[in-house]
């Protein structure tokens, strides 16, 4: 009677660091998800009801203009978020502690700006780490936003940053500043983008040709539209999200 006693409170203890073990770490595992009708997305923009929007730089290419870039943004008190690739960093590293220490974020574009969906699962990595790493050794900074190049990512490449502790992040502005249409397209195209909202993610280049031209303008005209700007580490959620069809982030209740 004595054993069969023991062996049932045995049985009681074990069941109960089961669900002890499921109530740790199930939440971890349900919290977080980028997964919209068997897709893999990456944050376009996200839900708020602040009008809080971010202005992202994507840096693969020249460096001409980023001090420029740098002097608006302080002007205006604006803390963007830079997207470097591991050569713009390793050409450019005094320019990375600047960015850093201004208080942007900065953000990983790929080492060698690669169409991420056809390098392996073990490159996708490669590429991620090894700019991580530099900027790791440059500023101590531990860098957790990922934008894959050209925007091209499928599955494998959400899954692959998430894997790496980064957020995929897109946009839901762009600017088209690349194509050099002039500074007065580049205001006109993100001050009246159908899109445009609490918790746009604009696209810039920090090399492109009138993009230090365009910013001023476009930075007061956001704000007189009643926008604050804030760095995307800010504006996206770091847990307790799910994405809808348009790659919006939206809060968990």
């Not at 762009?174 to 009246?192: C, F, N």
Request: aromatic residues 10%; glycine residues 6%.
């Amino acid at each position: 009677m004595l054993k069969r006693f023991l062996n049932a409170i045995l049985l009681l203890a074990f069941a109960g660091l089961l669900i002890f073990s499921a109530v740790s770490v199930l939440p971890d595992i349900v919290s977080v998800s980028n997964t919209v009708g068997g897709k893999e997305l990456p944050i376009y923009c996200v839900e708020t009801e602040k009008p809080q929007i971010s202005i992202s730089f994507d840096a693969a290419w020249g460096n001409e203009d980023t001090q420029t870039i740098l002097d608006i943004l302080a002007k205006h008190n604006v803390k963007a978020t830079f997207f470097m690739t591991g050569g713009w960093v390793e050409s450019y590293p005094e320019d990375v502690k600047k960015i850093y220490e201004a208080g942007h974020d900065l953000g990983n574009h790929s080492e060698n700006h690669k169409h991420m969906p056809q390098l392996s699962d073990e490159e996708k990595t490669q590429e991620l780490m090894k700019v991580h790493n530099k900027v790791k050794e440059l500023t101590g900074f531990d860098m957790f936003l990922f934008r894959p190049p050209y925007g091209d990512y499928d599955n494998q490449v959400v899954r692959n940053a998430k894997k790496n502790n980064y957020y995929p992040i897109q946009w839901d502005v762009d600017s088209l500043d690349w194509k050099d249409y002039g500074a007065e397209d580049i205001v006109k195209r993100v001050t009246e983008h159908k899109a445009l909202g609490n918790g746009s993610i604009i696209l810039c280049h920090n090399g492109a040709k009138y993009t230090k031209d365009a910013l001023d303008t476009l930075i007061t005209a956001l704000q007189e539209k009643g926008y604050e700007f804030v760095p995307i580490s800010q504006l996206i959620y770091r847990d307790n999200y799910h994405l809808n069809h348009e790659g919006r982030q939206i809060k968990d209740k």
